[in-house]
C-alpha cells in the first residue's frame, strides 16, 4: 500500500512538472548580449514551442522605445519582424507572448550594434 500510495505522488509530481512547463525564448537573431558589425533587417526570435507576439519594442540606450510590427497574427515557433534602420549603438528589446495554454510570458533581449570596420 505506501509503495502504491509512493508511486501515485510520484507520477504527480511528475505531472506537475509537464503542466507547469511554458514556453521560453530559445534563441534570437541578433542573439542576446551580442555585437554585431552591421544593422539587421529582421528580428528573429525563436521559441521552444509556438506563441501568439503580442507586444515588441526596440529601444536605443536611453531614448524612447519604439513599437515593432506588424507582429504575426498566428501562433508560430518563429517569429520575423522587420526592423527599422538602426545606428551604431546598444539596443533593447523587449517582446511579449502568449502560448498556447494562454500563458503570457516576457522577456527582453540587448545587442549592441558596432561600427564595422570598414567604415572606421
Known amino acids: 500500500m505506501k509503495i502504491r500510495l509512493s508511486l501515485m505522488v510520484l507520477a504527480a509530481l511528475a505531472f506537475t512538472g509537464v503542466a507547469q512547463a511554458h514556453a521560453h525564448l530559445h534563441k534570437s537573431n541578433p542573439a542576446d548580449n551580442s555585437t554585431i558589425t552591421a544593422a539587421?533587417?529582421?528580428?528573429?526570435?525563436?521559441?521552444?514551442?509556438?506563441?501568439?507576439?503580442?507586444?515588441?519594442?526596440?529601444?536605443?540606450g536611453a531614448?524612447?522605445?519604439?513599437?515593432?510590427?506588424?507582429l504575426p497574427t498566428t501562433a508560430a515557433?518563429?517569429?520575423?519582424?522587420?526592423m527599422p534602420s538602426v545606428?551604431?549603438?546598444s539596443?533593447?528589446?523587449?517582446?511579449?507572448?502568449?502560448?498556447?495554454?494562454?500563458?503570457?510570458?516576457?522577456?527582453?533581449?540587448?545587442?549592441?550594434?558596432?561600427?564595422?570596420p570598414a567604415a572606421k
Open 91 to 116: 539596443y533593447l528589446v523587449k517582446w511579449r507572448a502568449m502560448s498556447d495554454d494562454n500563458h503570457i510570458m516576457a522577456g527582453k533581449l540587448s545587442f549592441k550594434v558596432a561600427v564595422s
Open 63 to 70: 531614448e524612447k522605445a519604439q513599437q515593432l510590427g506588424p
Open 87 to 89: 545606428a551604431p549603438g
Open 77 to 82: 515557433k518563429e517569429v520575423t519582424v522587420a
Open 40 to 60: 539587421p533587417k529582421n528580428l528573429v526570435l525563436e521559441f521552444n514551442e509556438a506563441v501568439k507576439l503580442t507586444a515588441l519594442s526596440l529601444q536605443k
